[in-house]
C-alpha cells in the first residue's frame, strides 16, 4: 500500500498522475497534523490536506514513489510511505 499525504490543492493532479501510472483505485480522506511545514487545519478546502491511499502491487508502488518525488516533493506539504498489507478478495487489485 501506498500512502501518500499532501495538500488538497493537490488532488487532482495526484489523481491524474496515478491514474496515468495505471491504478485503478485508491480511497481519499481528509487529514490533519503537524510536520515541518508547520500545523495544517482542515477548516478550509483549499488549505487542508488529503491523505491519498492506493494498494496496488510493488512495481507500481515503485513507480508512483518515484513521479511523486520527481514532480512534487520539492514544491509541496508531503510525505509517502509505503507498507506490505494483506488483501482479502486480492482479484480486485
Known amino acids: ?8 490543492a493537490l488532488e487532482r ?4 498522475e496515478l491514474e496515468s501510472l495505471g491504478v485503478r483505485g485508491f480511497t ?3 487529514a490533519r497534523g503537524k510536520g515541518s511545514r508547520g ?3 482542515s477548516d478550509w478546502a ?3 490536506n ?7 502491487d ?5 513507480r508512483i514513489a518515484a513521479r511523486v518525488r520527481e514532480k512534487f516533493y520539492d514544491h509541496y506539504a508531503m510525505i509517502l510511505f509505503m507498507q506490505d498489507v494483506s488483501v482479502l478478495r486480492s482479484d480486485k487489485f
Do not use: F, K
Open 1 to 8: 500500500m501506498v500512502t501518500i499525504v499532501t495538500e488538497s
Open 13 to 16: 493532479t495526484l489523481v491524474a
Open 28 to 30: 481519499i480522506t481528509d
Open 39 to 41: 500545523l495544517r487545519q
Open 46 to 48: 483549499q488549505e487542508g
Open 50 to 56: 488529503i491523505r491519498v491511499e492506493v494498494i496496488c
Open 58 to 62: 510493488p512495481a507500481v508502488a515503485d
